[in-house]
């Protein structure tokens, strides 16, 4: 030290020595005072303000001078405030080797997010409180558990920085040479700051340091005096104040200031690590003690038990120089004392009980759980998912493993062997390989065998974070790029073309830079060439000669920008340069650069997302929209943006193709490789695809994104509900892993609880208050608010009377759940131990519902209590239980034996856990070391034997009784601590959540254990609630122990009323354990032993009349089988039909096709018609003129269709009844019904006619798989015959009429019918399926000829049967769905499937192949693809010429097209709804209609040819009301249309875009209506209120809240002169509500004046069905505006006419059933009424005459007049009838 700055020695007060008060030397700005601290109890400084520059204090005064304080470590005593900013900025001198001078500034401040760093500045985020990196702390104590982090609380801080560290660690190793100036900016308190040479701790105080001796240059020296904070009696410095030291050695944090773990601590807690815990167990007997000993083993750092049945899972980095010695036994694939189930580490832990009946024994099964699914997204980034090559899965990380998902069947393989969360993904080419990267200081890169999920190699990067890795195409190079601990970009270059054979990986190239690098990706047409960007960054790189090369693109006026994402172009010519491609960038501002890549220039920036179009805004400050990600094919972009939208562009981006929005901004997009799919990816943490061909968009997961903190299972309806930290509380299905609710809070929910039978479960949150659910209905059912504190405790008694609630401020609530609001029953409080540590699940009932257990009144005491009082019954101290122990054990978890209340479990916070008896309090059994750290839940199987414990993020299933010598099994895979973990209510699984929510499936086979039961008629046992079956139950890898048939306990059965009348003596059925056996199958279900009591007779002999085996019919697994939609409604057979002739109106056109039939298109080519049918009604439609007929006499929704050769003859079926098919006989020319016969009791599958005529076919459906046999001259039936299994599909000979075929679940049956005159004889022949095509289902089939049957499966296979030997000779896949259409014409065959491909193949050869292989010669042709043809959904129906040139097919969509094999071309015949249609509406002249769709689609006709026009698709929402505007003109004419998310959109036909976009409404828009003049939109929501938006420009000028609370029904305006009503106005307009309450209102909306003229309130009782009640509606009378007619619910069926200028009802008119829609004619006194039972109901209403009609299949919903009254649309779900009115 030079003699000049000895003054400075040992440290330098500054606000003392530039006497700061003085104001002499230092200057103050703004708000800056002093003020007397009562913590410090000293004088201290205030700087407050909003804008932290503009209140501040400097010293020096002047900018020029310098403080020339050479101390290395600066000190300052401040106060910071999390929730304001502050600032602290140092200007320091720096040296480097030149001798170069310079001022480096410091800026430490929580306004920062991350740390940054340029040459002259350095940028440091600070967080308040004890906050601190988990992934930082986690990696630095891999294993220690960290309890979460509370809120930070605001303490006075000591901030140590070391200047001379902190300028070498982040700039490049400059030398510290003096502090300049110090600048200290509002919000903050300050006591002090010095500087000093010596490094001291103010957690020492003098006295203790002189006790000590420590010395003050070894960092643990006192501060001196003046510095020092006071600490009160009773008290701790670290308990009052925090103290900071920065940089850390290795800056663990990234940058970050912020208070870590003591230091006092760390070192106590690495000890206790190092440590070898070996559980004790210990059992006290009732009488005698018995303490048992502890074999002492030697164990290896991971404890395991070796097994020669499980693979070698990868290791474990725990330690950076375990490193090498970890890659050595990947390289080697040693098997040493691991065990991995599905991937995932297990040790089993050893204890050895003396005097133990059992040696030698370890807990079975071995693995007894095995990781079946996780709910769960992202973790490290949510940036991150992967498509599969053939596009049928998707990978992606949930926090530490890697998830590969089928997008169909949701299956799941998991990638186990991070131990910090996966922070980057990549694939090769073929996804063959996969690499994965983890995040945190111990990064790690992993590189596995996708195919087998094994891995094969580990490769460390010198980085603290990996933010992208990229393969090459042939996966022989891959490139990381991340950063490291100083802050800088590291990229790495790996050789990986030898890592599939097991060779070494080694490093091409690496270098360090400043360049931001979001995004990395390596070209796929060079692999040595790469491509990144980032913060004002595009580079391109380049690999050669083993060091990496990169060139800027220069963005010159465009920078700086922030850019996220890079793709190159798809798809190259022959004739195309190597490097001459365009390269695509994506920013923040909304802009897509286009960069030429060979010459390194901009080609062109488009602006996709301008906000202001108005302006001219400089390119780096338009406020567009960020681009989160884009992914470009050879057709289209993707992008994905902050606004929530997935959009798809053409390449020139000229207009979106298809957009999708999501709940939050996207993330990720990724088109998958055959680009018929986009997988995105929001920073909400959900995952899903959109399919561009059908437009529809496919959830794949839903998670949370906050960790959960608690759950429970709904074991009857297989329900999980969890809590989780961002404040949602969601509802999850256990069997698809898809979220059905999701109730999002302000406050954050911290315990759930489900009843044990109902649909409904409470939540407690962290304000104190207590919420009941109910699911069926989605209501808040009761709110309660007594609690003070988080609560920390929730549970149901196992009956479900009652339910309990505790809190952190020691309060406990009694609730009576039997009633909907549940009530109250009593509060007590100061019972419950204080504090959160014991949520979610801190009370614990027992299971006969008599006793509460919870941890209380303080943390070193038990209370038991009794149930229904609360009144305490047992009280026991758990300190005292071990006197040998130097520290008092507090209890931290309670539970109960599942089977046994007299058992209580304790977890205590020594590691232990007590066995405890709930009556006399004795310890009967304890356990200690049962994890490294104390055990955060626990629970116990129902059966008593097994018991399930969770600490830090590991799990421990045990063995209950503990008699076994190895009693444990640990199984890890969460990242972070576990909050809860227990068995599902049917012992088949485990569930634990922390990270994300773990399903285990438990492999161990359940005790028969004795439950109550209760029979009903018609089942073999009813069983509990937790004996629900699965899907697919788990068989355990070693068979179960032999039972015990000595069981004495049972349990009584009560049984119905109608099962024991008559019985004189009751009957008692006895579960109990059943006799071992040879045979034992343990996945047989458990039967029931029946005991007879005395003078009881045999139970079987009162029970003759009970079918306890009978089994419900089954819907097959194939979408080819026609099953009915559902409906509620019945047809009304009393109606009133009109007499022929006379009828008021006749049926014109019916739009669309029902495509939810099977076979229900035919066509005559050669007579020019086809038919097809809609709902119940078949329509016969002439080819070339589009002149339609109808035939009209089903009831029901006909299922199929067929037509005879000659196209004389038309057979219809459908369903007569829910137990009877009908099926009518048409005459084609007169349309005329000739016959009807009926023999099915289900749907009829299938009708075919012989190639003569002479023989008609029918087959019925699953229900009564039969096939029928008819004369086809007088349709009586012939013959029959049953067969096992449902049949699909079936057909008649071509040439040999005596020949059949039908293909179903059990194969291909081939018949053989016998016509002997009067009756015939069926016989069937059944042979199965090939064996090459494993499993699956004959959909369809179809004949070449008399001796070769092709028939389709499932699963895309073609089979070609040679029919003389029954037997299949040749297998081919056609498609990748399931092939639902077969046909046949000459050597051509058409396939249609389910993944929307039309296909025609070349089977010439295929007779030929069966010839040759007939003479046992090898013959290698095939089928060829000839033409194949892209459909808008699935094929159901197909019939073609004999040519197969051309024909006609009908798919799901409700769409017939015209296909043309010749040209290869599709033309659309007949388009419709495939949804529920809500709404439809005429224009004013009659040119064009609109109808709304439950799919989200809006589309517009034309009348009156029925063509549609224009189609609007909005995805993922409902459309529910549409309404045109008035104006005249084409180019005037706007269609708007409500939505279910609260929006209007107004579409302009002639343009046939989307104009604006409106959100009058947060819930969903039920009616909508253009004003009479069109000047505004008026919009009712669902929550009543109406909202008035101006036309011209979207803004909402006014919203009524009149009828708030109830649904708006109806709106409707009409030009009107309101003088003689007394009122201002030119036009009426109207509101009806569901509540029946109608508003008239008289408005002038030019001058903004809208004044209320009448309203109206009808009377009703209440409604107690279990449907919703009949819509309230109203309407103006187009003759006389100042009538108003309403129907709706009331206490009679009416129609209602009220005089406004009266202010009275004038009339009414008596209806035989409620209304659901209804239309006035402006032509005639006519009204158009429809019903829920299907009647369309034509009313006179002047002299009171009706007709009915009856051509509906289900209940409507919408009619309406055109606007001249000589056309009528009614509408029933997706059916839509075009009427012309004739009058009566």
Known sequence: MAAKDDWQHPFVNIFKHFRLLEWQKASKEGDVTLYKDKTLNSTAIRIRGAVPDNSCIRIPKNTHQSLGLTGRYFYVLFKPNPAKPFLIVLDVTAEHDTKDGRVIRISISNMFKEFKFTSTSLLFPFQCGSEFDWITETAKFPQQRYRPPEAPKVLWTCLTMDLQRTLATY???????????????????????????????????????????????????????????????????????????????????????????????????????????????????????????????????????????????????????????????????????????????????????????????????????????????????AKCALWTMSGDSVVYPCHAIVVSMKIDSNEQRFFIGHTDKVSALAFNGNTTLLASAQSGHYCVVRIWNYLKGNCMAMLRMQSHSVTSLSFSYSGSILCGAGKDSRGKTVVVVWNTANVANGGEVSIFAKTKMDVDIQNMKIANFDETRLVSCGHDSIRLWRVRKGTLRSCPVNLGEYGPLDFTDVAFEEGESPQQHLDDRLLFASCRSGHIFEIDYARVVIRNVRWLFPVQQQEKWPLNKAPGIAINSLSVCSTFCATGSEDGFLRLWPLDFSAVVLEAEHEGPVSLVSVSSDSTRVLTATFTANLGFLDVSSRGYNTLMRSHTGAVLGFSVDAIRQHLTTASADGSVRIWSMDSLQQMFDFVSEDKPCSVAFHPSEQIFSCGFSSGVVRVFDISCGKLLAEHDHHRGEVVGLAFSPDGDCMYSADSEGSLALYNSCDNDSPVIRVVCGVVAQGSGRAPDALTVSCDSRCLAFVGPSEYTITIADALSLEESLRLDVSILDSESTFLDSAMKVCFSSASPEHLLVATSANKILWVNTKTGSLLRQVSKVHKHWCSSLAVSNDRRYLVTAGHNTIKVWDYNMYLNMNSQTFIGHSQPINQVSFTPGQQGVVSVGDAIFLWDFLAHTADFPHTFRLSPGFPSASAADEMPRDRAPLPASPPPPLDASVTDSTEVELDDDLSDGLSTPLVVTATDSEPSSHFDPATTPFLKITELANSFRLSCKLPSHDFTGKKAVHPDCYRHFIPRFKTSTRDEMAVTPHPGKAGMTLKSVIGYNGNGRGNLVWSPDQGVFAYSCGGVVVVENVNSGHQRHLQGHGEEISCLAISNDAQILASAASK?????????????????????????????????????????????????????????????????????????????????????????????????????????????????????????LTSLSYHSDTLLFTATNRGHICAWDIKTQ????????????????????????????????????????????????????????????????????AVSATFDNTMDMGIVGTTMGTLWYVDWSDNSSIRLVSGHNDKVNDLAFQADESHFATCSQDGSLRVWTSPTNELVVQFQVLNQSCTCVCWSSSPGVQRVRVAAGYSDGTVRVFHLASAEMERKLHPHRVAVTAIQYSANGDVILSGGKNGLIAVSRALDGSTIRVFRDHKGASIATIQCVREQCKDFGLVGNELWLAASVDRRVSVWAADWFKCKCALLDWLTLPAPPYCQDDSPPPSLAAFCPTDPGLLIYTGYGIEKELIFYSLYKKTIIKKIALPHWVTCFSLSSKSQLIALGSKERVLKLIDWTSGKFQDFLEHSDSLQTCRFSPSGTLLFSVAHNEILLWEVNGF
């Open 171 to 381: 700039l490049n190793h400059l030398s510290y040479c003096h502090l300049k100036s110090v600048k200290l900016c509002a919000y903050m308190s300050v006591k002090n700051a010095f500087t000093s040479d010596l490094l001291l701790n103010p957690e020492v105080s003098y006295r203790d340091a002189k006790l000590m001796g420590l010395p003050p240059s070894d960092g643990a020296g006192p501060m001196p005096r003046e510095m020092m904070f006071p600490v009160p009696k009773g008290s701790t410095w670290q308990n009052c104040y925090n103290h900071i030291r920065f940089p850390l050695e290795g800056d663990l944090n990234c940058g970050i200031i912020r208070k870590g773990p003591s230091k006092m601590e760390t070192p106590s807690l690495m000890e206790d690590e190092r440590q070898s815990q070996n559980p004790e167990l210990v059992i006290i007997p009732q009488l005698h003690e018995v303490v048992t000993t502890v074999r002492n083993e030697p164990r290896p750092e991971q404890e395991s038990t070796p097994s020669s049945r499980h693979s070698t899972p990868p290791p474990i980095v725990t330690k950076e120089d375990e490193f090498s010695q970890l890659e050595e036994e990947v390289k080697s694939k040693k098997k040493k004392n691991v065990i991995a189930v599905n991937g995932l580490y297990l040790s089993v832990l050893s204890c050895q009980v003396a005097e133990s009946p059992k040696e030698n024994q370890k807990l079975l099964p071995d693995p007894i759980l095995r990781l079946k699914r996780i709910i769960g997204f992202g973790g490290a980034t």
């Open 1217 to 1337: 009844s829910a137990s009877e098919s009908l099926i009518r006989i048409w005459a084609l020319q007169s349309g005329a019904c000739l016959n009807t016969v009926s023999y099915h009791r289900g749907a009829v599958q299938s009708l075919t006619f012989s190639k003569d005529d002479r023989f008609f076919l029918s087959v019925g459906d699953f229900s009564d798989p039969s096939v029928a046999v008819w004369c086809g001259a007088t349709f009586r039936m012939l013959s029959s015959e049953g067969v096992l299994g449902p049949i699909h599909d079936a057909a008649l000979s071509p040439s040999a009429t005596c020949q059949l075929a039908c293909v179903g679940s059990q194969g291909v049956y081939f018949g053989l019918f016998t016509d002997s005159g009067q009756d015939g004889d069926l016989r069937l022949q059944r042979a199965r399926a090939p064996v090459e095509v494993g499993d699956v289902e």
């Open 1367 to 1434: 037997s299949c000779f040749m297998t081919w896949e056609a498609d990748e769905g399931e092939i639902g259409v077969l046909l046949c014409r000459a050597n051509s065959l058409l396939t249609g499937s389910n993944t929307h491909w039309l296909r025609l193949w070349e089977v010439e050869a295929v007779p030929r192949r069966m010839k040759l292989l007939a003479k046992k010669k090898e013959c290698l042709t095939s089928a060829v693809l000839k033409q194949e043809i892209m459909l808008d959904g699935t």
